[in-house]
């Protein structure tokens, strides 16, 4: 079993690549695409895509299901929800209470 922290790595470093972002934001237009497809909307070989592809799917970024001769990728966002809750919301706690509190000290100066 692949511990946590490699799972992490892994995850960033499919993330650090612009093109690999380009490949999920595609994926989240529309879903279920094959690699022709894929291909379509990148500037690169489609063993280039392939690669990129492989990283995604290593990070469990993206699930793959075979019909018939055609392999659909799919966008799987279960692993950024989880690096939003680790590493986003637990920031954006203390600010969002900082910004109500100052409502209310402004509130209270007008009243």
């Not at 922290?5 to 380009?22: G, H, I, V």
């Not at 999920?24 to 280039?48: I, S, V």
């Not at 290593?58 to 966002?77: D, M, Q, S, W, Y």
Request: proline share 5%.
């Amino acid at each position: 079993m692949v511990e946590p922290s490699e799972d992490t790595d892994l995850l960033f470093k499919a993330l650090a690549d612009p093109n690999r972002r380009k490949l999920l934001d595609l994926l989240h237009q529309h879903d279920g695409r094959t690699l022709g497809e894929l291909c379509e909307h990148m500037d690169m070989t489609r063993q280039g895509v392939t690669q990129h592809l492989d990283v995604l799917e290593a990070a469990n970024l993206v699930a793959t299901v075979r019909r018939g001769r055609e392999k659909l990728h799919f966008l799987n966002p279960v692993p950024l929800q989880e690096i939003y809750e680790r590493w986003i919301a637990k920031f954006e706690k203390p600010r969002l209470k900082a910004l109500t509190d100052m409502k209310r000290r402004l509130e209270k100066g007008n009243g």
